[in-house]
């Protein structure tokens, strides 16, 4: 048996500590390997992760390699303290627990972790180490706007919503859960703070956390739990930030998209705000309890003229109202203005796509429960009318099986086009 001498032994031991530590916060600055060993360590260790979930069978994900670490290489460079930022990257043939928990569904994905929570967005950005590191970079900037008088709140833009909290001092720990917040939601709402004798006013009760809505001026709404939850503080401003209904344009088209469920959009005049008002109205009264299985939407009409002409629409026809499921589209069956607002209507509209009724009765006519009649069968009602047709071919009377109706075709899904491009991902397996 081969012995070790005292400083042999030393060194051995200083080199298993080494690699211990390397395994459970490893050398900042480089592209770590994540695995369901060190993934949770990993991201809820750093202010910020930038995770590449790839293949190494995808010929997009071998070009992405070297620029990924490029730009992790720049990073490390400009950002020495540990803790602040990794990059990460997940081979998704081999950690397939990881894959799914993150539904990645093509290769390669760039997605950005924050205080251990996956940020909505994706990155879309150049595939370019320069790009990368600049959308770090961008990441990085304080989430929070810092003023010395409560004057200038009375100036903020008002097409934006906004988040202010007033704070007696920036070590309390009721800003350091609303830091954190803020570092989650930075894309859906601008946040704001007051510190000491310029946020007095607003304290009378002790600190105090405040939303104020776009288009509003002092009309703030108070937040009126735990400062210090994080988990309560978020979900509010969560609720708040994010709106029920969003409107969509090209530059949000494909992350709409990507968050995979079905849209229910209404197409409408530029200047028609009254319908888009009742649409926010009747949405949040008819289908809150859908907000997890359907995007609700506004567009307008003349920027997307194409999705219109889909469903043999025009301009002229505005509002219209119609469901993409990303395979067909669905036009409402009413008149958007009278009827969107009759109880259950909305409802029984999204039911019939989740029930499968909508593709059915698309391809094969009206069900056979349905309220709508179908047309009448030869040999019944309206049969005189169609024999004395030039073209009618006469019924076997001895034929006792139903006519069936033709199929007919229902649009296809125009916004599953506006997806991600095909020149930027390999799909996965099962979808090739």
């Given at each position: 048996m081969k012995t070790f001498t005292s400083v042999q032994a030393v060194h051995v031991i200083y080199l298993c500590i080494a690699w211990l530590c390397n395994i459970i916060n490893p050398v900042y600055g480089e592209t770590v390997a994540l695995n369901d060993g060190n993934v949770n360590n990993i991201l809820g260790g750093h202010d910020i992760v930038f995770v590449n979930f790839y293949a190494d069978w995808c010929r997009f994900s071998q070009i992405l390699a070297p620029i990924f670490e490029e730009a992790s290489n720049k990073i490390r460079q400009e950002v020495p303290e540990a803790g602040r930022v990794a990059f990460g990257k997940v081979d998704c043939d081999r950690e397939v627990n990881i894959a799914t928990?993150?539904?990645?569904?093509?290769?390669?994905?760039?997605?950005?972790?924050?205080?251990?929570?996956?940020?909505?967005?994706?990155?879309?950005?150049?595939?370019?180490?320069?790009?990368?590191?600049?959308?770090?970079?961008?990441?990085?900037?304080?989430?929070?706007?810092?003023?010395?008088?409560?004057?200038?709140?009375?100036?903020?833009?008002?097409?934006?919503?906004?988040?202010?909290?007033?704070?007696?001092t920036k070590a309390s720990d009721t800003y350091k859960t609303f830091t954190k917040v803020a570092s989650s939601l930075r894309d859906d709402c601008v946040f704001h703070a007051a510190f000491g004798p310029a946020s007095v006013a607003e304290r009378s009760g002790g600190d105090n956390i405040v939303f104020r809505p776009a288009n509003s001026r002092r009309q703030d709404i108070v937040y009126m739990g735990s400062l210090v939850n994080f988990d309560t503080?978020?979900?509010?401003?969560?609720?708040?930030?994010?709106?029920?209904?969003?409107?969509?344009?090209?530059?949000?088209?494909?992350?709409?998209?990507?968050?995979?469920?079905?849209?229910?959009?209404?197409?409408?005049?530029?200047?028609?705000?009254?319908?888009?008002?009742?649409?926010?109205?009747?949405?949040?009264?008819?289908?809150?309890?859908?907000?997890?299985?359907?995007?609700?939407?506004?567009a307008d009409g003349s920027k997307f003229t194409h999705p219109l002409h889909h469903l043999g629409k025009t301009l002229d026809d505005l509002p219209v109202l119609a469901i993409d499921s990303f395979r067909h589209m669905y036009v409402f069956p009413g008149n958007v203005r009278e009827d969107m607002s009759k109880p259950g209507v909305l409802k029984a509209f999204i039911d019939d796509l989740h029930s499968g009724k909508l593709h059915r009765e698309f391809h094969h006519g009206p069900d056979p429960t349905s309220t709508i009649p179908p047309p009448p069968a030869l040999g019944q009602q309206g049969d005189q009318e169609v024999q004395n047709q030039p073209n009618h071919i006469p019924k076997d009377a001895s034929d006792s099986q139903p006519v069936r109706e033709q199929p007919t075709s229902p649009p296809e899904s125009a916004f599953r086009k506006l997806g991600p491009s095909r020149n930027r991902y390999t799909i996965l397996r099962d979808e090739l």
């Open positions: 928990t993150y539904r990645i569904s093509k290769y390669p994905t760039l997605k950005l972790f924050r205080n251990g929570q996956v940020v909505k967005k994706e990155f879309r950005g150049q595939r370019s180490a320069d790009s990368i590191a600049n959308f770090i970079r961008e990441q990085m900037k304080d989430s929070v706007i810092e003023h010395t008088n409560v004057e200038d709140f009375d100036e903020l833009d008002t097409k934006k919503r906004h988040v202010i909290g007033y704070f007696d503080v978020k979900q509010w401003t969560t609720e708040k930030c994010v709106p029920f209904v969003r409107e969509i344009t090209f530059e949000n088209a494909e992350e709409l998209t990507e968050e995979g469920l079905p849209f229910l959009i209404l197409f409408h005049k530029s200047d028609d705000t009254a319908i888009v008002d009742k649409y926010h109205t009747e949405v949040a009264r008819q289908l809150s309890s859908e907000k997890t299985s359907v995007n609700f939407l506004t």
